[in-house]
């Protein structure tokens, strides 16, 4: 059965750090682009992407709110995909998703993603 099941979410204080990870069951995940995106509690949707990882990972995408503070990175092997998440926001609040597209090749907007897991809420908060 595919699946994808994100973990590491919590809470956090301004400035600190989490490590999320996205564990794939059911597929072979070299195959596929990955990325992580996040929503506020709430409001439905998937958001914007935060970080994106081509099959192989010699590629990533970051957009402005996440460069230079987050960091994407996978092991086919194991099946993982991990989100590093250093100088934590409290605009970083969010449900956070990972999603898998059927290419190899870096895909950002989230119209592109297929498969979908539940989410995990990071919440950063003095």
């Known amino acids: 059965q595919f699946q994808l099941k994100e973990s590491g979410g919590g809470l956090v204080q301004p400035g600190g750090s989490l490590r999320l990870s996205c564990a794939a069951s059911?597929?072979?995940?070299?195959?596929?682009?990955i990325g992580w995106f996040r929503q506020p509690q709430g409001i439905q949707g998937k958001g914007n992407s935060i970080?994106?990882?081509?099959?192989?990972?010699?590629?990533?995408y970051y957009p402005d709110s996440t460069k230079g503070r987050f960091t994407i990175s996978r092991d086919n092997d194991k099946r993982t995909v991990s989100l590093q998440m250093n100088n934590l926001k409290p605009e970083d609040t969010a449900v956070y998703y990972c999603?898998?597209?059927?290419?190899?090749?870096?895909?950002?907007?989230?119209?592109?993603?297929?498969?979908w897991g539940r989410g995990t809420q990071v919440t950063v908060s003095p």
């Open positions: 999603a898998a597209a059927r290419t190899s090749n870096l895909r950002v907007g989230p119209e592109l993603y297929e498969f």
């Open positions: 970080a994106s990882i081509s099959g192989q990972g010699s590629r990533t």
């Open positions: 059911g597929f072979s995940l070299d195959s596929y682009a």
